[in-house]
């Protein structure tokens, strides 16, 4: 992404550096301690989480049926299960790192939806997480624009 002088590529840093020229969102807290949960979900969701989901997925979408690996979907879908079973959900907050809606949100609920796509059975608690990041206005408004 290039934004007058300044480029800035990877998913993160260019969601990282629009949050910042627009603080006046709550995407991402200025306050250290908001920011760092959202900054622990944010390094969970891009390392531990969508790590083997993204790899299954590549094998169940992107990779022809008769060149998948077995042994690799085995593999990505047990890991993606002990990732997802470690996510505990803090029954005080409506989202991932408090009671605002985050960039960590964008990053778990889609990651988490990969893996609902991929066929991982979520729990209850983190079905409804993903139920409610995808049913803000603002999610369908943007899925809306993207499927135009």
């Given at each position: 992404m290039i934004d007058e002088k300044?480029?800035?590529s990877e998913t993160l840093a260019i969601c990282i550096y629009?949050?910042?020229q627009h603080p006046d969102t709550c995407l991402y807290p200025t306050e250290p301690q908001e920011k760092a949960s959202v900054h622990s979900w944010l390094s969970f969701a891009l390392t531990d989480l969508e790590a083997p989901v993204w790899?299954?997925?590549k094998q169940m979408?992107?990779?022809p049926e008769d060149q998948r690996s077995p042994d690799l979907m085995s593999y990505f879908t047990h890991e993606a299960k002990n990732v997802i079973s470690q996510i505990s959900l803090n029954p005080t907050h409506l989202w991932i790192a408090g009671s605002s809606f985050t960039l960590a949100?964008?990053?778990m609920s889609h990651a988490l939806q990969w893996a609902k796509l991929c066929g991982i059975e979520i729990n209850k608690e983190i079905d409804g997480y993903i139920t409610r990041a995808m049913s803000?206005?603002?999610f369908l408004r943007a899925q809306k624009k993207n499927n135009q």
């Open positions: 300044v480029s800035v629009l949050c910042e790899n299954l997925l979408v992107f990779i949100d964008i990053f803000r206005p603002a």
